[in-house]
């Protein structure tokens, strides 16, 4: 038998995710299935340093999803500068990566990653994970910062 699991977009807490992705098409495509899914407050930054402005002038978001190669500020230094931050260091942090490399896998989860997510080439595979990862943090008690 085979479950499959809708999360109903009128019972999801409403998310503040902060979107950390240089490459504007996957900007869209994530704003486009997470508008799917429900009133979730999207903020974008295009890379590490401008996410560090943006969390110092926004309320802090319930969920950050970082992409990992990125210009300035990588996402394994912003990992870093974050978990180093006694205010930020708790924060719920999913890395969407093209990388499925073993080694940037184990430095994320060594540093502290919530969740490591290898972004799909298929838009429905992609529509699938975004789906799950937003419906599980909406019913997670996250803890308050």
């Not at 869209?28 to 009133?39: C, D, E, Q, T």
């Not at 999207?42 to 999803?65: D, F, K, M, S, Y």
């Not at 930020?88 to 990653?113: A, F, H, Q, W």
Request: hydrophobic share 45%.
């Amino acid at each position: 038998m085979i479950f499959v699991f809708m999360y109903n977009r009128l019972i999801m807490r409403k998310l503040k995710i902060l979107l950390i992705e240089d490459d504007e098409i996957e900007r869209m495509k994530f704003a486009r299935v997470a508008s799917k899914l429900g009133n979730h407050s999207i903020v974008e930054a295009t890379n590490g340093e401008r996410a560090l402005e943006v969390l110092e002038q926004i309320e802090l978001p319930n969920l950050i999803i970082l992409d990992l190669n990125m210009p300035k500020i990588n996402g394994v230094e912003f990992l870093k500068l974050l978990k180093s931050n006694k205010k930020l260091r708790y924060m719920p942090i999913v890395v969407m990566s093209s990388s499925n490399n073993y080694t940037d896998i184990k430095k994320c989860y060594e540093i502290g990653v919530s969740g490591y997510m290898i972004k799909p080439l298929h838009y429905d595979d992609y529509k699938k994970k975004i789906t799950s990862m937003i419906g599980y943090w909406s019913d997670n008690e996250i803890i308050a910062v």
